[in-house]
């Protein structure tokens, strides 16, 4: 694999966090192996933003009950991030900063909303802020990262994906996944 290095973020930036909720975490209901080691490396990652005074997002599934995403209601998924639950919860160790901007997604019951970037005006509110590179972290890699990377560069923006910062649910999705990415021409980090 073709891997940059790791951006120092700067002016310009914004930083991404998908989905580190307690259902995507150890012992939640759609839990993402490993999932839990990335929090150390997305806190830094964090305090580096705010040093720098670069916005950080921080995305949430939030679904209805009855989500046609949930295998009870014909869809891939274990029942996940239901609204106002504790697995819907972010993990209590991660340290978002009071002003981090905070997007829900997946909330309309017929369809599933994987990206961060489709349908929830964040490329137009990043676009106002002057933010030209992101730097995505989060969960999962091989969804909710993967779909998001790639509208981040369809909207134009330059795209990082920090790999210490994200895991994926599995290793043939993970393979997969950082191949599309690639392709696109996200810049995939290891560092
Ligand atoms: C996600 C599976 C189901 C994600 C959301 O955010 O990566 N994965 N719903
Ligand atoms: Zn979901």
Redesign the pocket.
Known sequence: MMAGKAMRLTRGDALIV??VQRD?CAAGA?E?ADADAIIPAINRLIEDAVAAGVPVVA?R?W?PLEHS?FRDFGG??PA??VQDSAGAEFHSDLRLPNDAIILS??EALER?Q?SAMNGTGLAERLRRLGVKRLLIV????????L?TALDAVARGFQTHVRLSGSRA?TPEGEREALEKMRHAGVVLEDG
């Open positions: 998908l989905d995507f759609l993402v995305s599934d679904h995403s891939p998924w996940h991030c997604k997946g599933d994987l989060g969960l999962a890699l091989d969804v909710c990262v779909e649910i």
